[in-house]
């Protein structure tokens, strides 16, 4: 059983930087694939990136494509997302979420896909 928290939201003007972070415990972190998620208010919950239990693979939704960087640490046990020039639109919770996964490269965009998941973080983006 894996246990995700995330931690690094909060509110920021926009055109600002936030450096959401998601810890992971209770498994081994590396033969994991990782993703990031998001849902605003009265919206579905939608997929932001994704990074395959190797570091390299990553994929992005457009709208963050330039602007949004993920990332992990394997000996930390972390995956990151370096949020840069964020817009009120980027408002919603973000969570992570985790995946055991036996083949390097591969990359998760689909919620469903996913067994283990934090509670989320909360990033507002002020106009």
């Known amino acids: 059983q894996v246990q995700l928290v995330e931690s690094g939201g909060g509110l920021v003007q926009a055109g600002g930087s936030l450096r959401l972070s998601c810890a992971a415990s209770?498994?081994?972190?590396?033969?994991?694939?990782m993703g990031w998620f998001r849902q605003a208010p009265g919206k579905e919950r939608e997929f932001v990136a994704a990074?395959?239990?190797?570091?390299?693979?990553?994929v992005y939704v457009d709208s963050v494509k330039g602007r949004f960087t993920i990332s992990r640490d394997n000996a930390k046990n972390s995956v990151y997302l370096q949020m840069n020039s964020l817009k009120p639109e980027d408002t919603a919770v973000y969570s992570c979420?985790?995946?055991?996964?036996?083949?390097?490269?591969?990359?998760?965009?689909?919620?469903?896909?996913?067994?283990?998941w934090g509670q989320g973080t909360q990033v507002t983006v002020s106009s």
């Open positions: 979420a985790a995946r055991k996964s036996s083949t390097y490269g591969i990359i998760y965009r689909r919620a469903l896909e996913y067994d283990y």
């Open positions: 209770g498994g081994t972190f590396s033969t994991y694939a």
């Open positions: 990074i395959s239990r190797s570091v390299g693979s990553t």
